[in-house]
Each structure stands twice: as structure tokens, then as C-alpha cells.
């Protein structure tokens, strides 16, 4: 089992900046990928941005390429998100993703924070 808490959302105007924090607790060593993903009023859940626990190989979506930058402590088993520019569009809940990949063909499942708000508005 692994649980994870996020922090750090709360309502910016755009053009500033923001950190979001998620702290990994319970059997961490099974994680392979750590990742943000963000649900909007009305849209699907999408991958903001993902970290190999191990080999620090980032992937983010196109929408942030540039303004967000991902990382992680694992000596802390904290994953963080910086945020900048941030637009009226990232306007979402901010979910923590802990996902332990696969063994052999088989998937592992993967295990979610229960999010934090971030509101970018005037």
C-alpha cells in the first residue's frame, strides 16, 4: 500500500507561480513512476507530468513544456511540481500519482492522492 499527500494549491493570478508538493508514505519502494495529473469542470483527468522514480526520465504534457518543471526527493519520497506562467487554463484539481509499473506483462496498478485545488484567476 502506498499513500500519498498533496499540498500547496490555492488560488494565483495569472503569470504567477506555484508549488505543489505530494509526500509518498507506506511501501515506497515498489513505485516506479511518480506523476501529476490534472482534472478540469467537465474534462477527463490528463498527465500534466511523470518522473522515473530511479532513472529521473520526465515526460510532460505539451500544454506545460516550458513552464512546469517536475521533480522528486526520494530521500523524502517527495514529488514536487513547479508551476509558472500559470494561465486561467491550468485551472484544475492536481492529482498525485504513484504508479508501479509492471512485472514482466503483468500491471501493478497504481495508487492517487485525493488532489488539491488550484484556481489561476484575476
Known amino acids: 500500500q502506498v499513500h500519498l499527500v498533496e499540498s500547496g494549491g490555492e488560488l494565483v493570478r495569472p503569470g504567477g507561480s506555484l508549488r505543489l508538493s505530494c509526500v509518498a508514505s507506506?511501501?515506497?519502494?515498489?513505485?516506479?513512476?511518480m506523476g501529476w495529473y490534472r482534472q478540469a469542470p467537465g474534462k477527463q483527468r490528463e498527465l500534466v507530468a511523470s518522473i522515473h522514480v530511479s532513472r529521473r526520465i520526465t515526460n510532460y504534457a505539451d500544454s506545460v513544456k516550458g513552464r512546469f518543471t517536475i521533480s522528486r526527493d526520494n530521500a523524502k519520497n517527495t514529488v514536487s511540481l513547479q508551476m509558472n506562467s500559470l494561465k486561467p487554463e491550468d485551472t484544475a484539481v492536481y492529482y498525485c500519482?504513484?504508479?508501479?509499473?509492471?512485472?514482466?506483462?503483468?500491471?501493478?496498478?497504481?495508487?492517487w492522492g485525493q488532489g488539491t485545488q488550484v484556481t489561476v484567476s484575476s
Open positions: 507506506g511501501d515506497v519502494r515498489v513505485i516506479n513512476t
Open positions: 500519482n504513484a504508479d508501479l509499473g509492471y512485472s514482466g506483462t503483468v500491471y501493478l496498478g497504481d495508487y
